[in-house]
């Protein structure tokens, strides 16, 4: 294992018998997760993901095979040591798990119960913990008194305690508005950066892998089908269930419906073209569509895109139509497949 590597999961399994049947939640995933990044583990529901991540701490014993934390295999710990091993590992839930007849202040002071701390360094840490939530004011409000965002800023408090270095989000923003939602990841951008703590998230939304995570693991069926860098995995997907969660966050795929329909939008004149243009590569940089009209005399009539910055590189693509010269596009479109755009002709009306 590297010395880089903090978490690693050697062909984990694990099993459930229900009603005279097994049920395979996770089957032989085996991943490492660096110190000090956010690694993503994306799923759709049933996927297997939230009982993998359940897996890292133990809440849930693995069937088979083995987890190592920060180069212990805690498989094999007995529950004195296990204890004091998942203290290195916070952990943030969906409904946030506060304890309803304490205040803000006292569902973090719980998790210092047996820390050996005095009640002034108890309530020192709190009070700096609450401070950077940025909860200082309701230190002394209750659950019901606070809004979802204001519970989970409690929560993620509560999992900092024990100064872990490793922070697990199960579907941590999945009750959350957009908007809060945006804080939320954040305050996990700015503890990661801060405090140097390696977090998991665990989520079956794009947006958040996009937002927040360096590297992504793809969950189906119980296995990881998928993983690599952010922008590698999305730019380039590889299997279908990939494919999937891309398309519900892009508008790309709309284009279907719209010849599928007869949309006027995508009627073409002799000779045009409708093209899908998508980047591969983190380097481009070049103005493309300009230079393609530039150098091979073609127009392109751009009708809609989707491009956003992910890991500090374009990723998306757009969808526009193609006029000019049957042969200057033809080259139009292999030059641009050359720069490592993916070209996709959706209508040609070149042979009409």
């Given at each position: ?7 690693k ?9 229900t ?9 032989d995933v085996s991943?490492?997760v660096?110190k000090?990044?956010i ?6 529901s ?6 993998l991540v ?16 920060d180069?212990?295999?805690i498989?094999?710990l007995?529950k004195k ?7 290195k ?6 409904q ?5 007849s304490?205040?803000a ?10 820390s050996?701390l005095?009640?002034a360094?108890i309530k020192?840490?709190v009070?700096?913990?609450?401070e ?24 993620i408090a ?6 872990p270095?490793?922070l ?5 923003t999945?009750a959350?508005d ?6 939320i ?7 990661n950066?801060?405090?140097?703590i390696t977090?998991?998230?665990i989520?079956?939304?794009?947006n958040?892998?996009?937002r927040?995570c ?9 296995k990881v ?11 380039n997907?590889?299997?279908q ?6 398309d ?15 949309d006027p939008?995508?009627?073409?004149m002799h000779?045009?073209?409708?093209v ?7 380097t481009?940089s070049?103005p ?9 005399d073609?127009?392109c009539?751009?009708?809609?895109g ?10 998306g ?6 006029s ?5 596009i033809?080259?139009a479109?292999?030059?641009?497949r ?8 959706i209508?040609?009306g070149?042979?009409?």
């Open positions: 294992m590297s010395s880089n590597t903090i978490i999961l050697d062909a984990v399994n694990k099993t459930f018998e009603k005279g049947r097994t049920v395979e939640a996770v089957s991943l490492q660096l000090g990044e690694f993503g583990i994306i799923g759709f049933g996927a297997g993901k939230s009982t359940r897996c890292l701490n133990m809440l849930e014993k693995p069937s088979s095979g083995y987890v190592v934390i180069g212990i295999d498989t094999k007995k040591a296990l204890r004091k091993e998942r203290k590992i916070g952990m943030i839930f969906q946030f798990n506060l304890m309803p304490r205040t202040f006292d569902n973090i002071a719980l998790a210092l119960y047996d050996g005095s009640k360094e020192e840490k009070d700096k913990l609450l950077y939530v940025d909860l200082s004011d309701r230190a002394q409000s209750y659950p019901s008194q606070l809004s979802g965002g204001q519970k989970q800023r409690v929560a509560r999992a900092l305690a024990n100064d270095k490793i697990l989000c199960d579907e941590a999945s959350l957009p908007q809060t939602t945006r804080s990841l954040n305050l996990l951008k700015r503890l950066k801060e405090l140097g977090v998991v998230v989520t079956h939304e794009m958040v892998i996009k927040i360096d590297r992504v693991a793809v969950m189906e069926n119980g089908v998928e993983s690599g860098d952010v922008f590698s995995v999305f730019a997907p590889k299997e269930i990939t494919k999937d969660f891309i519900t966050t892009s508008s790309l795929s709309e284009i279907y419906t719209l010849v599928e329909e007869n939008i995508v009627d073409l000779g045009e073209v409708l899908m243009m998508k980047f591969k590569s983190s481009v070049e493309l569509i300009s230079t393609v009209s530039k150098k091979f073609v127009v009539n751009i009708l809609f989707d491009l956003e910055i992910i890991s500090g590189a374009p990723l693509g757009t969808v526009g139509i193609f000019g010269d049957d042969d200057n033809g080259r479109i292999e030059y641009l050359n720069q490592d755009i993916t070209v996709e002709v209508k040609d070149r042979a009409s």
